[in-house]
């Protein structure tokens, strides 16, 4: 059962990581206990980059995660950027003693017990949806909350007033993973592997991906019938309805039809590609389950636009065209981005973080290109499955952004294109695949797109 905040008010409670959601759940503590003192577990590093030296009711503890170490405390909080499976052992020796640790997440859904919530996950697709599904029931004359792992912690919207209609929640698999709620609906989009580092395996994250479609989570489960590992594996789900099936709302190639009506043709909007197709058949999906037509509010997808670093051109110099793909952080993802683009005169940048995701269906399926430009960490494994298929796309690994769009002009005609879609997280150069769009953008003699999401909020 979700918590509520009143439920800490007489108790030891620390917030575990300063990200942006543990930074949202220390806001709120101090803002609904104003004279509490709180814990702060964080790293020695963490620590030294803050100070709390304006507020002498934190306690920052720097001692390495251990039993001892959460055992001071009756709950904490943890921020979802933080595995547990490194510390589970800890975990549970605490929790004999009493400690109970929890999600902002949950805390959100403990003061939202009855909203109509829709919550959206994937592998790929989900911020885009998320922000589809919220355009098009704000076109309802709905009032909408679009937050999650979007760019909003639920924590920072816990009280609106006045409240929301509905609210649209992008969910990562690290926040389902500990899941504690009941949201009226849980729309899964796609699934393929992904945050191994964080989840240790392909049967765990698949496993936390898909935590809200548990019998008496949601009340409703929206699956993409086209993915048959998802498929299968919600096979035994009952409370679902699907998108992409004939009968259904479904993507045929750049278009969405409903059953054998056509009533999208992508060619007519901003977005790109036979995915975002299915992204707007899940949210036609989803607004379809709260009750609402979804035809008559279609017009608003004409002003839709992109979300940053999905494949967003940046603009075109000495006859090169430059799209930013930043958030593409598995294979797939960039196998899609170029499916949506379509073109052989085309040079992709891959290559960041090293989540231990293999690379062999990548080079299995990729079409002619005129070039891959590979860097960052996982650069070798990368180049060791273009050797093992020999391959025949010229290849030329580099160390830097920098390197690599001089890279890609060099292997381009005029009227080419240089794409960045790097099929890997960024965390071996950059903070977030936002900064690493932005490299790419300076890099090609381009300002910085701005990185702000429209729709964010409550409104």
Known sequence: MALHLDSLRLRKVAVWGYGAEGQAALRLLRAYFPNKKFGLILDADEAARWDFGDDPMIEVVTDPPSAGTFGQFQYIIKSPGISPYPYRKAMEWAGFRGTRFISGTSLWFGHHPRDKTAVITGTKGKSTTSALTAALLRASGARVGLAGNIGLPLLDVIAVDPPADYWVIELSSYQAADFVGHPAIFAVLNLSPEHLDWHGDVETYYNDKLRLAAPGVA??????????????????????????????????????????????????TALRGEHNAGNVAAALTIVESFGIDPRPLLPALASFQPLPHRLTSIGSRDGIEYIDDSIATTPAATLAAIRALNRSDLVVIVGGFDRGVDWASFVASVPKLNGLVVTGQNAGRILTALSAANLSVPTVQVADMESAVAAAQSMLPSGGVALLSPGAPSFDQYPNYAARGRAFAVAAGFEPIDDRIAGIGVF
């Open 219 to 268: 009340d409703l489960v929206i699956a993409n019938a086209g993915d048959t590992t998802l498929m299968s594996r919600l096979a035994g789900i009952e409370h679902k309805t699907v998108f992409n099936h004939r009968g259904f709302w479904h993507a045929r190639g750049a278009t969405v039809w409903y059953d054998d009506v056509c009533v999208v043709d992508l060619a007519q």
